[in-house]
């Protein structure tokens, strides 16, 4: 699938209503990629009762100012090697908290698709991470920016989802001070999935956060989607051509 930044919101909604918006547009992506694995008489919500997971992760703040300052002074490219992929960023596409859901997202691929996961795109999951803070299902307008965590939809296609989950209790458990920056991993099924012309509770609760920083922008990088494309900056939403 081809994609390109585009706006989806209009100055005039609210950051609910924007919100809203990036919620509709997250299931729009679930739909897109569960459609061809799903048999045609099983229903949508189904197919992601048994092949998706809710994760969110939390950061040790210790750790997470550690890691931004190491890529703030990092120059030119940084490389992290997965078994033969070495794998290259800018330093400047990804904040502190992304750079670890890159990471795992690498590892979950090369659980599921063994250590040449990258010549196997298509069969690499679906992965939408969005941004949050404490208070957002409270605030009428953009509040204090506390506790930056990210909350994400993995999809996966049949028969991989018991490995990947299998890597993320690994994570989820390990004490490895320079694996990961996070401080909690909270995984979950996705029990619900609604088709009815409004935003679905899974993704609307993705997405919360994602229509505040969009009116009033208060982090750079909100959002973060594979394999179809890393997204960075408040406004980076790709629509399919």
């Not at 960023?89 to 890159?102: P, T, V």
């Not at 993705?206 to 229509?211: E, I, V």
Request: hydrophobic share 35%; glycine share 4%; charged share 25%.
């Amino acid at each position: 699938m081809n994609y390109q930044n585009n706006c989806i919101y209009s100055s005039r909604l609210s950051p609910s209503k924007a919100a809203d918006q990036y919620a509709l547009w997250i299931d729009q992506l679930l739909t897109s990629f569960t459609d061809p694995e799903r048999i045609e008489w099983q229903p949508t919500e189904n197919y992601l009762q048994w092949n998706a997971l809710f994760v969110t992760f939390t950061f040790d703040k210790r750790k997470i100012c550690r890691r931004q300052s190491a890529l703030n002074d990092s120059s030119g490219a940084i490389g992290w090697k997965s078994g033969n992929n070495i794998d290259l960023y800018n330093k400047d596409d990804l904040s502190a908290e992304f750079f670890n859901i890159d990471r795992l997202y690498k590892k979950v691929c090369r659980a599921v698709l063994g250590r040449n996961y990258s010549k196997h795109r298509e069969e690499q999951p679906l992965l939408i991470a969005a941004a949050d803070v404490n208070g957002t299902r409270y605030w009428k307008s953009a509040g204090q920016i506390q506790n930056l965590h990210v909350h994400s939809i993995w999809v996966f296609k049949k028969g991989q989802i018991e490995k990947a989950r299998d890597k993320l209790e690994q994570v989820k458990a390990s004490e490895r001070e320079d694996e990961f920056d996070f401080d909690q991993v909270h995984i979950a099924d996705v029990g619900r999935f609604e088709e009815q012309g409004h935003p679905s509770t899974v993704s609307s609760y993705t997405a919360k956060f994602l229509g505040f920083n969009a009116i009033n922008p208060r982090i750079g990088i909100d959002l973060a989607i594979y394999p179809i494309h890393r997204m960075t900056g408040p406004n980076a939403v790709p629509v399919q051509l």
